[in-house]
């Protein structure tokens, strides 16, 4: 991806969410708040670091406390990999990698809430896998928030478990 088309901004904002506004939120009550004050019915409106931010683990709790379980599925995909090379150009524009034999990844990183949903999966080879690893610096940053279906997915089921009366 060229420079010029990266969104420091977005990054900045995602990258401020995990280094100061996560260890801020160490209560349920905190949590919940945060989460209910940056939502948006309207996903237009949302910035796509906020969304991705309000999507991460530490909000996998209804208002009560109760773990949402399994919200994201199994870390596993259970669609086999049907590509004979590597698709790291889904997440770096212009570049190819020879890599032909691909294992299945979250574009959006498991660890920080993506799900194992086919909308999230791409396929790189295990070098490229490897370096992408739970880095969010190989994420497309130019996505509007309604083209990432899996995105409004889970901020919906998000915002049922949150604004359901206790």
């Known amino acids: 991806m060229r420079l010029d088309d990266i969104s420091l901004e977005q990054v900045n904002g995602y990258l401020y969410f995990i280094h100061e506004t996560i260890p801020t939120l160490n209560s349920l009550e905190s949590r919940t708040t945060f989460?209910?004050?940056k939502y948006s019915s309207?996903?237009?409106?949302?910035?796509l670091s906020t969304a991705l931010s309000l999507i991460h683990p530490i909000f996998h709790e209804r208002n009560t406390g109760e773990s949402l379980g399994k919200l994201r599925g199994s870390r596993e995909f259970n669609k086999p990999v049907k590509f004979n090379k590597c698709q790291i150009g889904t997440l770096i524009s212009d570049i190819v990698c020879m890599g032909s034999t691909t294992e299945a990844d979250h574009c959006w990183p498991y660890s920080l809430g993506g799900p194992t949903l086919p909308t999230n999966l791409c396929e790189l080879c295990q070098k490229c896998n490897g370096q992408k690893s739970d880095s969010i610096a190989l994420y497309?940053?130019?996505l509007k928030v309604l083209e990432i279906v899996w995105l409004v997915d889970m901020l919906r089921i998000l915002e049922e478990a949150k604004t359901i009366a206790t």
């Open 42 to 47: 309207n996903h237009e409106e949302m910035q």
């Open 35 to 37: 989460w209910l004050e």
């Open 140 to 142: 497309n940053w130019n």
